[in-house]
């Protein structure tokens, strides 16, 4: 019987974000006591915070927002491949064994041994802009990463998010791979129908296969 796989991090005040981005607050704004039935809470943060799907305006001003970006390429057929301690970036090479003809149009890739999800990572591991571009001559249409970036976190020019952009590819970052053995899975993780936002958070599962 299919089994779901959480590959979702815990999102609190504890979860990390990019040096200068907007960290998780959560406020109370109702309490359940007298003359109040019910609890009510407000929360700031960035929609890059834990799992998240980037959208096509977060690296091109006249791109697409997240609630506009269509819903197909986040559902569906995924494979997981291991490449546990690339750095600075993940390449064709560390890959390749995984990637055989019936290479589903998903990928994603796995980089740590334990993500951080309480911690900032400044030497996370990115994608080759190369090997981005030869999974898009495969049929890839989302790349996936258990880092907070296809890119290394002090790249100015973002190569990988240039060639999404160019291939209109989407992609997803801050998955949670720390239990998922290499293999393939069917994929669930919408954005949010966040209609001004250059990103939205996912609650990002797997499903096994039969």
């Known amino acids: 019987m299919p089994q779901l796989i959480d590959i979702s991090p815990p999102l609190g005040m504890v979860t990390p974000v990019f040096p200068g981005d907007t960290a998780y607050e959560q406020t109370w704004v109702a309490q359940i006591g007298p003359g109040c039935p019910v609890n009510v809470s407000a929360i700031t943060t960035t929609p890059h915070a834990g799992a998240h799907a980037d959208a ?18 986040y559902l569906g057929l995924c494979r997981v491949i291991h490449a546990i301690g690339a750095h600075p970036v993940v390449t064709w ?4 064994h995984a990637l055989t003809d019936d290479l589903p149009p998903r990928v994603l890739v796995r ?13 996370l591991a990115g994608l080759d802009p190369e090997l981005v571009e030869r999974l898009a ?24 998010h240039q060639v999404i952009r160019q291939r209109q590819m989407r992609v997803l970052e801050n998955l949670c791979l720390d239990h998922v053995p290499e293999g393939d899975y069917e994929l669930i993780a919408l954005p949010l129908k966040l209609m001004q936002a250059d990103a939205s958070p996912v609650r990002a599962v797997l499903r096994t296969l039969d």
Not at 56 to 73: F, M, N, R, S, W
Not at 111 to 123: H, I, L
Not at 145 to 157: G, L, M, Q, Y
């Open 111 to 123: 980089t740590y041994a334990r993500m951080p999800w309480d911690r900032w990572d400044p030497m």
């Open 56 to 73: 096509p305006l977060h690296y091109d001003p006249t791109g697409q927002t997240i609630g506009e970006v269509d819903l197909a390429p």
């Open 93 to 96: 090479a560390q890959v390749a």
């Open 137 to 160: 001559d495969r049929g890839v249409q989302l790349v996936g990463i258990d880092s907070a970036s296809i890119d290394p976190a002090d790249s100015k020019t973002l190569d990988s």
